[in-house]
């Protein structure tokens, strides 16, 4: 039977509030986040460009979170902020189950998103804390791992909820994720002091990031990388709904493969490439984020009887990618972060998936309102492009970008 240290797993004792806090969470945003989109169409009856706007615009105040984060982090302690972000987004998910109000609906979703932010940006923190010397990309791979299942389970919950039909399913969608997000809070909060201290090594004044010209570029790299990312949980319901000739049921089960894919090989990941440069990992991700972008636009052309068929293949690749940027790209970002202000650096490196997710649901909207393959075909030389970026820093990252912790 292969050992926890073959499989790359940490130390989790007396940790396991954490993970199944992060498990909990990770299954309500699973069940209810692919259906978001679909809830303000169907449920509200919003047009779905506008919606696209309306989320896009309350994602767009959450842009100062990360700053914001990295300068209490330190004071406040990264645990209490993830609590925080917890019971904020369930309060959220709850006036989404009661409101029906445009502007009640963009306070919702301007909380969730706020939320979201406090949690991306104080969550790879509190994973360093908790971690025995040695163990910290193992915790992030681990972490990961936990919030991949919990979404796996979600998604299939969605599929199970869009076979009902109607509105109920996305009703219930938000009722469940409102409940998660406090058990997850108060999972959360049993965390033994012992195990969430603040590192004495993130003291003191963090470095000037605005002069760390190669963290920046690889900050906007990854942006690029992120809205890759993004799009299958965006677009992926919107284009089988009213694009494809394909059953709308297969969203969950199709979300929920790429769920198993991270829930069960990230660990594995960062063991292969812990001592290895994590820049080539991601170049190869934005090259293989482009070619699914390509499949995915080809989709429309094929034949009916093709379309499932070529539809799951997409998703085998889009799955391969996303595990490679999930288990790589926050290690990395640690790994070449300086050790005083680490905290800090993590906190902005969520700015990549701050500004993806601000563009994500109106890059998708308008484009695919003009014309249903071209937000595949755009994903695809995004994709590309992140490549480039990434190969031409890494010569400037010198040996920050082979981390031995």
Not at 74 to 94: E, H, I, K, S, T
Not at 306 to 332: G, K, M, P, R
Request: a positive charge; charged letters at 10%.
């Amino acid at each position: 039977m292969p050992s926890a240290t073959s499989l790359g797993l940490p130390n989790v004792r007396g940790r396991l509030p954490l993970l199944a806090g992060l498990a909990i969470d990770s299954f309500g945003g699973g069940c209810a986040g692919p259906l978001l989109l679909l809830y303000f169409v169907r449920v509200a009856d919003i047009p779905l460009g506008t919606a696209g706007v309306l989320l896009t615009v309350a994602t767009l105040f959450s842009i100062a979170v990360p700053a914001a984060v990295g300068l209490v982090i330190d004071r406040m302690g990264p645990r209490n902020l993830v609590v925080g972000a917890q019971f904020a987004q369930a309060l959220a998910f709850a006036g989404f189950f009661f409101g029906r109000s445009l502007w009640l609906l963009f306070l919702c979703a301007l909380v969730t998103t706020a939320g979201q932010r406090v949690f991306w940006s104080s969550i790879f923190t509190l994973l360093s804390d908790v971690a025995d010397e040695g163990d910290r990309d193992r915790w992030f791979g681990l972490g990961g791992m936990m919030q991949a299942g919990g979404f796996a389970l979600g998604g299939l919950a969605a599929g199970v909820l869009l076979a009902l039909g109607g509105t109920t399913p996305f009703l219930i969608a938000m009722a469940v994720n409102a409940v998660t997000f406090c058990l997850a809070g108060l999972l959360l909060l049993q965390l033994h002091p012992s195990h969430h201290q603040r590192s004495t090594e993130d003291t003191g004044p963090a470095p000037l990031l605005r002069k760390d010209r190669p963290y920046l570029i690889l900050i906007a790299a990854n942006t690029l990388l992120a809205l890759c990312m993004m799009m299958l949980g965006v677009g992926l319901p919107v284009y089988i709904a009213d694009a494809l000739p394909a059953p709308e049921w297969l969203i969950g089960p199709l979300l929920a493969g790429v769920s198993v894919v991270l829930a069960t090989g990230q660990t594995i990941v960062v063991r292969k490439t812990e001592k290895r440069r994590r820049t080539t990992a991601l170049v190869i991700t934005g090259v293989v984020w482009a070619a699914w972008g390509l499949l995915m636009a080809s989709l429309t052309q094929l034949p009916t009887a093709w379309v499932t068929v070529a539809l799951v293949f997409a998703t085998i690749v889009y799955a391969f990618a996303s595990l490679l940027h999930s288990a790589t790209n926050n290690a990395l970002a640690a790994s070449v972060a300086p050790l005083v202000g680490r905290g800090k650096y993590l906190s902005y490196w969520q700015y990549a998936f701050t500004f993806a997710s601000v563009l994500a649901p109106a890059f998708f909207a308008q484009l695919f309102e003009v014309r249903h393959e071209l937000p595949w075909l755009v994903t695809a030389a995004v994709g590309l492009v992140a490549a480039g970026i990434i190969a031409a820093v890494t010569p400037a990252l010198g040996a920050r970008a082979h981390p031995v912790d």
